[in-house]
Nanobody, 126 residues
């Protein structure tokens, strides 16, 4: 059974950076598409970014394009989300999720993702 654990969240000032990690255990991530999602208080969960199993195809929400970068290291069974130029509106709990049910381009809808981590809090505030 695949298990995912996020880390790297914290408190950062506007304009700062954080790198989130999504570490997998129980199975190799090699054949999984991975998505990053976030949920702020009182708001619906939204897709932030996703990456295909080979790492060659990625997708970003318009709100984070040019600021966030997703990557994966299958040898370390880990996926990363580098977040730069952070804004207060990026404050949320960030989750990673995995699925084998996608082909081609990954999607930012939560529906196809079967395995979820517990989340890590990101707070952007001065």
């Amino acid at each position: 059974q695949l298990q995912l654990v996020e880390s790297g969240g914290g408190l950062v000032q506007p304009g700062g950076s954080l790198r989130l990690s999504c570490a997998a255990s129980g199975s190799t991530l090699d054949y999984y598409f991975i998505g990053w999602f976030r949920q702020a208080p009182g708001k619906e969960r939204e897709g932030v970014s996703c990456i295909g199993s080979s790492g060659g195809r990625v997708n970003y929400a318009d709100s984070v394009k040019g600021r966030f970068t997703i990557s994966r290291d299958n040898a370390k069974n880990t996926v990363y989300l580098q977040m730069n130029s952070l804004k207060p509106e990026d404050t949320a709990v960030y989750y990673c999720a995995a699925t084998k049910r996608l082909v081609g381009l990954c999607v930012l809808s939560a529906a196809p993702y079967d395995y979820w981590g517990q989340g890590t809090q990101v707070t952007v505030s001065s």
